[in-house]
């Protein structure tokens, strides 16, 4: 009889302890998550890997915090620029988050023709990069790499290349490209990689400099030529790195969200917090895998470093393409 009080009280003990566990899990979900909908704020059109990112995150958050919306939000033009510029008119209450770019936010204020400064720009969390990534048309007569080169010798100052804003890691990526393997082809910029689709498709370039989720999404309508990664990509076992041809070149652009000036630091981390535990979820990791996303994990508490860091890096990239002197 007494084994049977005490094992009872022993039931009645764990089944104490699972309540206040879940009590405590839903508690600190609820301190994460906001309170009231949030306006998530796209610097770039619909269709681009910034808005895959978003539409993926919304869709997390949905599932995480399911009293309230993620409302996406465009406000597109200037490669970035009209969004970043007044981005801090908006409510600093902590429902009010916008996606911010690498280089593109160092770049931009360097070349002088943008309404902000880097400084200007909160980023209080960077989840992914995309690697670069040279692509043509399938229908090209160009099928690798060593026939680009060809080509664009062949043609000095003829051959077009797409990519997604003026300032931004696709021009640093063409640039790039151009003086390391001693070629000249013509930048074309577009809004955004959703709108420079139909352009690279219908062969009205004859390229893009662009990123991996483009490569990877429009695999049977594009040919990737050569990627910016330390090693082959997975998913493009056959496409060779810049590396393999001779060029040390390990770069993309960064996507993270950032908020108004005004926003307090309970708020700033709260949304940092937040954002953290959706990438790591395991659905979140393998979207991001499939779109040729490389996840990250850059919160509050390593920002500074982070962006002192790719603030030099960048802006020595800059002085190197000649922003800023035209």
Not at 134 to 139: A, F, Q
Not at 255 to 268: A, D, F, N, Q
Request: with cysteine; aromatic share 8%; glycine share 8%.
């Amino acid at each position: 009889m007494k084994k049977l009080i005490r094992l009872l009280r022993l039931l009645r003990l764990l089944g104490l302890m699972c309540f206040l566990g879940m009590c405590f899990a839903q508690f600190a979900l609820a301190q994460v998550c906001p309170d009231k909908n949030v306006q998530y704020w796209q610097a770039f059109p619909p269709g681009g890997e910034s808005d895959i990112s978003a539409r993926h995150q919304q869709l997390l958050l949905k599932r995480r915090c399911a009293n309230i919306e993620t409302i996406i939000q465009y406000k597109a033009g200037a490669g970035g620029a009209l969004m970043w510029s007044q981005m801090n008119l908006l409510p600093g209450d902590g429902l009010n988050v916008v996606g911010v770019n690498l280089p593109h936010i160092v770049f931009q204020p360097i070349e002088g023709l943008v309404q902000f400064k880097t400084s200007d720009i909160v980023p209080v969390y960077w989840f992914h990069y995309t690697p670069d990534i040279l692509v043509v048309p399938v229908t090209s007569s160009i099928k690798t790499f060593a026939d680009f080169l060809v080509a664009a010798k062949a043609r000095p100052g003829q051959m077009s290349l797409a990519g997604s804003g003026l300032n931004s890691a696709n021009h640093a990526a063409h640039e790039r490209l151009d003086a390391a393997f001693g070629v000249k082809t013509i930048y074309v910029p577009f809004k955004g990689t959703g709108d420079l689709t139909n352009a690279v498709i219908g062969a009205q370039v004859d390229g893009a400099m662009t990123y991996t989720p483009f490569a990877i999404n429009n695999s049977q309508r594009v040919r990737a030529l050569a990627v910016a990664m330390d090693k082959r990509h997975p998913l493009m076992p056959d496409v060779p790195t810049f590396k393999e041809l001779g060029v040390n070149w390990v770069d993309g652009a960064y996507r993270g969200i950032g908020v108004p000036k005004s926003t307090p630091l309970e708020l700033k981390k709260r949304l940092s917090d937040l954002w953290s535990t959706m990438n790591t979820d395991p659905e979140m990791v393998e979207l991001a895998a499939k779109n040729g996303f490389e996840l990250i994990d850059v919160g509050l508490d390593k920002m500074d470093g982070f962006m002192r860091e790719k603030t030099q890096l960048y802006t020595e990239g800059a002085a190197r393409l000649g922003l800023g002197k035209k």
